[in-house]
């Protein structure tokens, strides 16, 4: 089966300006998750779906840049739009979306989920933190009994998607409009691999993790 892996990017941001670009270790947020992806064997191809040439500047060597159309820049654009594009312009079996705002996602991680669905019968992968302590929606406990506390390690989890990267079939997009099927499996991701950068402070807190953790 085909893989191919990709990351939409755009050079523009509103919350943290030009989040993309913004240096994290030695190297642009974006290169992080791509050259990750680089070095799992099985994934066939790295792509970034850009409209702007200059992301080049930005791309580790061995990723491939296709340019998409400037529409999918916009402030309203959802993933949906932005997934229907890509599969229409690279045919594989299986995709692998990935965000670039999760620079510390190890090799291990992905190549483990993307494993599990080329080997192992799931229809899709995602990363998740796991979260076993008291969880409460709209008013109401979703995890425990007030009347009946439980201890925390008896606990039923709850699983916070990451973001991190999607992994699904072609047919899952296509005839059900899913990036998470109906049988996925669930990554588990530590707090530093889960960090997400959506805000300046999350771009400050992920420059200071990474003097620690990454060497590039």
């Known amino acids: 089966m085909k893989v191919a892996a990709y990351a939409t990017i755009k050079l523009n941001s509103e919350r943290v300006p030009h989040k993309n670009i913004q240096p994290i270790g030695s190297k642009p947020l974006c290169y992080h998750i791509l050259n990750t992806a680089l070095k799992v064997k099985e994934i066939d191809d790295v792509y970034v779906y850009c409209s702007d040439d200059k992301v080049t500047d930005y791309m580790p060597a061995g990723a491939k840049f296709i340019k998409r159309e400037a529409w999918l820049d916009g402030a309203q654009i959802r993933a949906k739009d932005t997934y229907t594009a890509f599969i229409n312009d690279v045919d594989a079996d299986v ?7 999760s620079p510390f996602t190890k090799k291990e991680t992905l190549e483990n989920a993307l494993n599990k669905v080329l080997y192992e ?4 992968a995602f990363t998740a933190k ?17 009347c009946d506390v439980p201890r925390t390690q008896d ?5 916070i998607e990451t973001s991190a990267f ?18 996925p ?32």
């Not at 019968?121 to 899709?124: I, L, M, Q």
């Not at 796991?130 to 929606?137: D, L």
């Open 95 to 101: 995709y692998i979306a990935m965000c670039t705002t």
């Open 121 to 124: 019968g799931y229809d899709s």
């Open 130 to 146: 796991r979260m076993q302590t008291f969880a409460w929606y709209k008013g109401e406990p979703i995890n425990y009994d007030p």
């Open 155 to 159: 606990m039923e989890p709850v699983y």
């Open 166 to 183: 999607f992994i699904f079939k072609k047919e899952l997009w296509t005839e059900h409009g899913r990036r998470i099927g109906f049988n």
């Open 185 to 216: 499996y669930i990554q588990e991701v530590d707090e530093i691999e889960g960090i997400d950068i959506d805000t300046m402070d999350d771009l400050k807190f992920a420059q200071i993790i990474a003097e620690q953790v990454l060497h590039v």
